[in-house]
């Protein structure tokens, strides 16, 4: 293989795509212009390395890449060929454009900015860019967007789509699939229908540490209040967290103290029900008097729990400490010290999106149905905040036991 006269190295100021790309890119060039013949041995990795001025190691993943993808054919103790079907391998692989799209239910949700900022920071570092699609919570939107990306062979997908803007056509994601386009569920953990990876929260793990944590702030009668299912059950991975938090710290999870409320299935229905979730709330307490605590699956209930304990008279946290999930409060323009909660590392979840997004690009092999969960840690404001009163309780509680 000739590599005279080969530009590849650029000054540092201007790589923005990475030199094993580069080299993958060049060879696939190759191929394209007839240049590089189907069953053609390639040289050494080494020679290739000295050849081309870049490391050994940057050589192996760019033929790593390109054997994933059909390219080239390893041959243990013979070396690397270029493909003999190379003209069908060529149809599949196609020329992408650089623009990464990613698929909302609705603009509006203010988390998604958080996610999109994460998507932006490793797609600039690739010389990437990222164009954002909403559904409008409309499946025909759905398909028609997924067919403009096909046509224009994105470089990648990214599907955030919950609730009812999950719903995407089945013959549109068959579509996808033909078009080898990689995708990436980001905040959930797949899309009905496929075996796309996925990046989300860790429920069980969030739930768990704000639980734990209103425990470890002395409260003795914990509420727990979720988004349930549709019928009226809390979902089981969030009941069970809570409950194995309580067990844990050795307080009793009552089941009259578990509160279920419809999930929203968009933005629009957040807004049309915020007042029948503060008015469920209400009541709800107004009939649980005992309680001292509140775990919320999610920052908006706990807000909500906020203002009708604030209506009952109750003071938070010396009569009633709250913890949330999310760590949205700013978001939503509210005091950032204001709420206990979880942040779920939303930046974090855009970042590894967008990783596992160009890994799959460049032919790396991911696991069918591959879900990452990323940890949150607990953010303490001032709704679980100890005050001296009960402080001393606790002092008092573990010197009678001791």
């Given at each position: 293989?000739s590599?005279?006269?080969l ?10 795509v ?12 190759g191929v394209?212009?007839g240049?590089l ?7 050494q990795p ?7 001025k ?5 050589i ?7 054997a994933a993808?059909?390219?080239?054919v ?12 190379n ?16 698929v ?7 988390e ?18 990222v164009?954002?699609?909403s559904?409008?919570?409309?499946s025909?939107y ?7 990306q ?7 997908m990214v ?6 803007g ?13 078009s ?8 959930m953990?797949?899309?009905?229908g496929?075996?796309?990876?996925g990046?989300t929260?860790?429920i069980?793990?969030n739930i768990?540490?704000a ?6 702030v ?6 727990l209040?979720?988004y ?10 969030i ?10 710290m ?16 968009s933005?629009?229905d ?6 029948l979730?503060y ?9 649980h ?5 509140i ?23 010396d ?8 760590n949205i409060?700013l978001?939503y ?10 942040d779920?590392k939303?930046e974090?979840?855009?970042?590894e999106t967008?990783k ?5 690009r460049?032919?790396?092999k991911?696991e069918?149905?591959l879900?990452?969960?990323i940890?949150g840690?607990?953010?303490q404001?001032?709704s679980?905040?100890?005050t001296n ?5 606790i002092?008092?509680?573990?010197g009678e036991?001791?």
């Amino acid at each position: 293989m000739s590599t005279v006269g080969l530009l590849i190295q650029e000054p540092k100021e201007q790589q923005v795509v990475p030199m094993y790309q580069k080299v993958a890119n060049y060879i696939l060039d190759g191929v394209k212009t007839g240049k590089l013949q189907s069953g053609e041995r390639l040289e050494q990795p080494k020679v290739l390395a000295d050849e081309l001025k870049v490391s050994v190691g940057t050589i192996r993943h760019s033929l790593q890449m390109l054997a994933a993808k059909g390219v080239v054919v390893r041959k243990p103790g013979n070396g690397t060929f270029i493909s003999c079907e190379n003209n069908r391998v060529m149809d599949t692989i196609g020329t992408h454009n650089e623009i990464i799209d990613i698929v909302l239910s609705d603009t509006r949700y203010p988390e998604y900015l958080l996610l999109q900022k994460g998507i932006q920071e490793v797609a600039r570092e690739n010389g990437l860019h990222v164009v954002s699609h909403s559904t409008g919570n409309n499946s025909k939107y759905a398909g028609e967007i997924i067919a403009r990306q096909v046509k224009s062979n994105s470089f990648g997908m990214v599907f955030c789509i919950g609730g009812s803007g999950g719903r995407i056509p089945l013959e549109s994601l068959c579509e996808l699939e033909k078009s080898k386009i990689p995708a990436v569920c980001c905040l959930m953990d797949s899309l009905s229908g496929t075996n796309y990876p996925g990046v989300t929260c860790d429920i069980h793990h969030n739930i768990y540490i704000a639980a734990k944590h209103l425990c470890e702030v002395g409260c003795k009668r914990i509420a727990l209040i979720a988004y349930g299912t549709r019928e009226g059950e809390i979902y089981p991975t969030i009941k069970n967290a809570f409950m194995e938090a309580l067990n844990d710290m050795g307080v009793i999870s009552e089941k009259d103290l578990q509160l279920s409320l419809p999930m929203p299935s968009s933005f629009d229905d957040i807004l049309a029900k915020k007042q029948l979730s503060y008015d469920v709330i209400s009541e709800w307490l107004c009939n649980h008097p005992q309680l001292d605590g509140i775990c919320c699956s999610y920052d908006r209930i706990a807000y909500v729990a906020m203002r009708a304990l604030a209506r009952h008279g109750r003071i938070i946290p010396d009569d009633v400490a709250v913890a949330g999930v999310g760590n949205i409060g700013l978001l939503y323009e509210f005091p950032s010290d204001e709420l206990t909660s979880v942040d779920v590392k939303l930046e974090e979840m855009g970042r590894e999106t967008c990783k596992l997004l160009i890994a799959m690009r460049n032919g790396e092999k991911i696991e069918s149905g591959l879900t990452i969960c990323i940890k949150g840690n607990l953010v303490q404001g001032l709704s679980t905040a100890i005050t001296n009163i009960k402080a001393a309780d606790i002092r008092i509680e573990d010197g009678e036991k001791n």
